[in-house]
Nanobody, 125 residues
């Protein structure tokens, strides 16, 4: 059974940094495309960043230049380094595996995507 377990959330002041990790287990092969999504209170879940197995990356406009996604295929671990955090980054962050990542740049979760349980990130002003 596949499982994704996030860690590293917490509270930070605006301008601060946090690092998230996601440990993947139960996969026979490393998922082709993995990513981070987030959901703020009262809002829909949105994509933050994705990374392919070749380590090519795509970022949402709102985080580009501040966040960095990476993966260690040997350790089956996904990371998200978040710098210059702002109050609008406050959300529950979800790790996802087998994200649909299209060559044109569109990416989203579908019925085959696996999700972690989420980790809360709170940024105070």
């Amino acid at each position: 059974q596949v499982q994704l377990v996030e860690s590293g959330g917490g509270s930070v002041q605006a301008g601060g940094a946090l690092s998230l990790s996601c440990a993947a287990s139960g996969y026979t092969n490393s998922p082709h495309c993995m990513g981070w999504f987030r959901q703020a209170p009262g809002k829909e879940r949105e994509g933050v960043a994705v990374i392919n197995i070749d380590r090519s990356t795509t970022y949402a406009d709102s985080v580009r230049g501040r966040f960095s996604i990476s993966r260690d295929n040997d350790k089956n671990t996904l990371y998200l380094q978040m710098n210059s955090l702002q109050p609008e980054d406050t959300a529950t962050y979800y790790c996802a595996a087998n994200v649909v990542c299209q060559p044109a740049g569109a990416w989203y979760g579908d019925a085959l995507t696996q999700w972690g349980q989420g980790t809360l990130v709170t940024v105070s002003s």
